[in-house]
Protein backbone atom coordinates (compact mmCIF):
# COMPACT_ATOMS: atom_id res chain seq x y z
CA UNK A 1 0.00 0.00 0.00
CA UNK A 2 0.93 3.54 -0.66
CA UNK A 3 1.66 6.27 1.67
CA UNK A 4 -1.12 8.30 0.01
CA UNK A 5 -3.72 6.02 -0.10
CA UNK A 6 -2.69 4.72 3.74
CA UNK A 7 -3.19 8.74 4.35
CA UNK A 8 -6.76 8.76 2.17
CA UNK A 9 -7.72 5.57 4.26
CA UNK A 10 -6.97 7.47 7.88
CA UNK A 11 -8.59 10.70 6.55
CA UNK A 12 -11.72 8.79 5.65
CA UNK A 13 -11.66 6.25 8.59
CA UNK A 14 -11.01 9.55 10.93
CA UNK A 15 -14.12 11.73 9.37
CA UNK A 16 -16.34 8.77 9.32
CA UNK A 17 -16.33 7.74 13.02
CA UNK A 18 -16.25 11.85 13.92
CA UNK A 19 -19.79 11.87 15.62
CA UNK A 20 -19.45 15.65 15.18
CA UNK A 21 -18.70 14.97 11.41
CA UNK A 22 -21.24 15.65 8.50
CA UNK A 23 -20.32 12.32 7.16
CA UNK A 24 -20.92 10.53 10.31
CA UNK A 25 -23.53 8.14 10.46
CA UNK A 26 -24.87 6.10 13.45
CA UNK A 27 -25.17 2.05 13.12
CA UNK A 28 -28.88 2.76 13.84
CA UNK A 29 -29.68 4.75 11.08
CA UNK A 30 -30.73 1.76 8.76
CA UNK A 31 -32.23 3.69 5.78
CA UNK A 32 -35.55 1.15 6.88
CA UNK A 33 -36.22 3.82 9.21
CA UNK A 34 -38.87 6.40 9.19
CA UNK A 35 -37.97 9.22 10.24
CA UNK A 36 -41.77 11.26 10.92
CA UNK A 37 -44.82 9.80 12.03
CA UNK A 38 -46.74 9.79 8.65
CA UNK A 39 -45.15 8.94 5.34
CA UNK A 40 -45.78 11.85 3.04
CA UNK A 41 -48.76 10.91 0.48
CA UNK A 42 -49.23 14.48 -1.48
CA UNK A 43 -51.42 16.03 1.62
CA UNK A 44 -49.43 17.68 4.90
CA UNK A 45 -46.55 18.59 2.92
CA UNK A 46 -45.74 21.52 5.26
CA UNK A 47 -46.18 19.60 8.28
CA UNK A 48 -43.84 16.81 6.83
CA UNK A 49 -40.92 19.04 5.85
CA UNK A 50 -41.07 20.54 8.95
CA UNK A 51 -40.78 16.76 10.68
CA UNK A 52 -38.34 15.58 7.44
CA UNK A 53 -35.59 18.82 8.12
CA UNK A 54 -35.59 18.71 12.09
CA UNK A 55 -34.83 15.10 11.66
CA UNK A 56 -31.98 15.63 9.08
CA UNK A 57 -30.87 18.55 11.67
CA UNK A 58 -30.35 16.55 14.50
CA UNK A 59 -28.77 13.85 12.12
CA UNK A 60 -26.39 16.51 10.70
CA UNK A 61 -27.56 15.54 7.29
CA UNK A 62 -29.51 18.66 6.69
CA UNK A 63 -26.91 20.43 4.91
CA UNK A 64 -27.43 17.40 2.02
CA UNK A 65 -31.09 18.59 1.08
CA UNK A 66 -30.53 22.21 1.53
CA UNK A 67 -27.28 22.77 -0.71
CA UNK A 68 -24.84 23.56 2.12
CA UNK A 69 -22.93 20.07 1.69
CA UNK A 70 -22.38 20.30 -1.80
CA UNK A 71 -20.78 17.37 -3.79
CA UNK A 72 -17.41 17.20 -3.90
CA UNK A 73 -15.03 16.39 -7.13
CA UNK A 74 -14.78 13.10 -7.45
CA UNK A 75 -11.26 12.35 -7.04
CA UNK A 76 -11.43 14.28 -3.70
CA UNK A 77 -10.79 12.02 -0.52
CA UNK A 78 -14.00 13.08 0.67
CA UNK A 79 -16.04 12.05 -2.10
CA UNK A 80 -16.73 8.43 -0.79
CA UNK A 81 -18.13 9.46 2.59
CA UNK A 82 -20.47 12.36 0.76
CA UNK A 83 -21.84 9.22 -1.92
CA UNK A 84 -22.36 6.91 1.27
CA UNK A 85 -24.02 9.96 3.27
CA UNK A 86 -25.92 11.09 0.23
CA UNK A 87 -27.12 7.92 -0.41
CA UNK A 88 -28.19 7.12 3.36
CA UNK A 89 -30.32 10.87 3.34
CA UNK A 90 -31.41 9.29 -0.24
CA UNK A 91 -32.98 5.87 1.40
CA UNK A 92 -34.36 7.98 4.36
CA UNK A 93 -36.14 10.69 2.28
CA UNK A 94 -37.57 7.31 -0.30
CA UNK A 95 -38.65 5.50 2.78
CA UNK A 96 -40.99 8.40 4.49
CA UNK A 97 -42.85 8.74 1.02
CA UNK A 98 -45.57 7.19 -0.04
CA UNK A 99 -44.78 4.24 -2.54
CA UNK A 100 -46.49 6.60 -5.75
CA UNK A 101 -44.16 9.73 -4.74
CA UNK A 102 -40.61 7.79 -4.30
CA UNK A 103 -40.95 6.09 -7.46
CA UNK A 104 -41.57 9.52 -9.48
CA UNK A 105 -37.97 10.43 -7.64
CA UNK A 106 -35.74 7.40 -7.41
CA UNK A 107 -33.82 7.77 -10.40
CA UNK A 108 -32.31 11.23 -8.69
CA UNK A 109 -29.06 11.45 -7.88
CA UNK A 110 -28.47 13.96 -5.18
CA UNK A 111 -30.47 14.36 -2.01
CA UNK A 112 -30.79 17.69 -2.99
CA UNK A 113 -32.36 16.60 -6.31
CA UNK A 114 -34.91 14.95 -4.59
CA UNK A 115 -36.02 17.80 -2.11
CA UNK A 116 -36.12 20.09 -4.72
CA UNK A 117 -38.41 18.38 -6.43
CA UNK A 118 -40.83 17.40 -3.83
CA UNK A 119 -40.82 20.75 -2.86
CA UNK A 120 -41.31 22.43 -6.33
CA UNK A 121 -44.43 20.02 -6.72
CA UNK A 122 -45.99 20.45 -2.80
CA UNK A 123 -44.44 22.99 -1.56
CA UNK A 124 -47.44 25.52 -2.83
CA UNK A 125 -50.82 26.06 -1.73
CA UNK A 126 -53.63 26.93 -4.20
CA UNK A 127 -56.36 29.17 -3.18
CA UNK A 128 -59.13 25.89 -3.13
CA UNK A 129 -56.78 24.61 -0.27
CA UNK A 130 -56.09 28.14 1.16
CA UNK A 131 -60.16 28.81 0.97
CA UNK A 132 -61.04 25.09 2.31
CA UNK A 133 -59.05 25.58 5.28
CA UNK A 134 -60.81 29.30 5.63
CA UNK A 135 -63.88 27.65 5.10
CA UNK A 136 -63.17 24.96 8.14
CA UNK A 137 -62.33 27.92 10.57
CA UNK A 138 -65.31 29.71 10.14
CA UNK A 139 -67.21 26.19 10.21
CA UNK A 140 -65.51 24.47 13.51
CA UNK A 141 -67.72 24.49 17.12
CA UNK A 142 -66.33 22.78 20.12
CA UNK A 143 -69.73 20.63 20.40
CA UNK A 144 -67.97 18.25 22.82
CA UNK A 145 -64.93 18.79 22.77
CA UNK A 146 -62.15 20.11 25.89
CA UNK A 147 -61.58 23.77 25.59
CA UNK A 148 -58.09 21.84 24.71
CA UNK A 149 -58.80 19.91 21.94
CA UNK A 150 -61.14 22.75 20.70
CA UNK A 151 -58.29 25.12 20.87
CA UNK A 152 -55.57 22.08 19.28
CA UNK A 153 -58.54 21.95 16.35
CA UNK A 154 -58.27 25.55 15.97
CA UNK A 155 -54.31 26.09 15.94
CA UNK A 156 -54.48 23.47 13.31
CA UNK A 157 -56.33 25.00 10.79
CA UNK A 158 -54.40 28.40 11.86
CA UNK A 159 -50.90 26.71 11.66
CA UNK A 160 -52.22 25.24 8.21
CA UNK A 161 -53.50 28.81 6.80
CA UNK A 162 -50.32 30.17 8.02
CA UNK A 163 -48.13 27.45 6.26
CA UNK A 164 -50.08 27.92 2.61
CA UNK A 165 -50.14 31.73 3.20
CA UNK A 166 -47.39 33.32 5.02
CA UNK A 167 -47.21 36.39 6.16
CA UNK A 168 -45.54 38.14 3.22
CA UNK A 169 -42.06 40.15 4.33
CA UNK A 170 -41.11 43.78 2.80
CA UNK A 171 -37.66 45.32 3.27
CA UNK A 172 -37.67 49.51 3.27
CA UNK A 173 -34.54 51.08 3.06
CA UNK A 174 -34.85 54.41 5.06
CA UNK A 175 -31.63 56.17 5.00
CA UNK A 176 -28.43 53.82 6.17
CA UNK A 177 -30.87 51.63 7.86
CA UNK A 178 -33.11 48.29 6.98
CA UNK A 179 -36.54 48.25 8.33
CA UNK A 180 -38.46 44.87 8.13
CA UNK A 181 -41.86 45.66 7.65
CA UNK A 182 -44.79 42.82 8.12
CA UNK A 183 -47.76 43.19 6.33
CA UNK A 184 -50.98 41.62 7.58
CA UNK A 185 -53.13 39.35 5.69
CA UNK A 186 -56.67 40.79 5.45
Known amino acids: MTTQSTNTDNILTQNSNDTSSIYYIHPSDASSNQLVSVKFNGTGYH ?14 KLGFVNGDIVEPEKNAVEY ?48 TQIYSLEQQMLEISQGQDSISEFFTKMKTIWDGINDDNPLSDCTKTTGAENVTVYDEAE
Not at 47 to 60: E, F, G
Not at 98 to 117: G, Y
Request: aromatic share 12%; charged share 30%; hydrophobic share 45%.
Open 47 to 60: NWKRSMTLTLSAKN
Open 80 to 127: KLWERCNDSVISWILFNLDESIAKSVLFMRTAKEIWDDIEERFGYASM
